[in-house]
């Protein structure tokens, strides 16, 4: 859990942008691991492999655009994870005013 105190002269209207400011990001997050899921999946559909298999057992050789196209999959694939950890991180945020 993160506990955000404000303290402010004008107190309502500071936990009011910055709760809007917090909310518009996440939803910045939300649409990015969308757009992310996508990409993952049409690398999927596109081997008939899972992810997990493709980390596990996939190297550069295996793929149709060899390199560029394994950094690009590793690449959504951490992006994913990133995205998800921020995001779980702004909707633990608690707000003390």
Avoid: N
Wanted: hydrophobic share 40%; charged share 30%; aromatic share 8%.
């Amino acid at each position: 859990m993160i506990r955000v105190q404000i303290q402010s002269d004008a107190q309502e209207s500071a936990l009011d942008i910055i709760r809007s400011a917090i909310t518009a990001e996440a939803s910045r997050l939300e649409l990015g691991l969308k757009m992310t899921e996508r990409h993952i999946r049409a690398f999927e559909e596109r081997y008939s492999v899972t992810s997990e298999t493709f980390l596990r057992d996939f190297a550069s050789e295996d793929l149709a655009d060899g390199d560029r196209e394994y950094v690009c999959w590793a690449g959504e694939l951490k992006l994913r994870e990133r995205i998800a950890a921020q995001l779980k991180t702004l909707e633990g945020i608690q707000y003390a005013a």
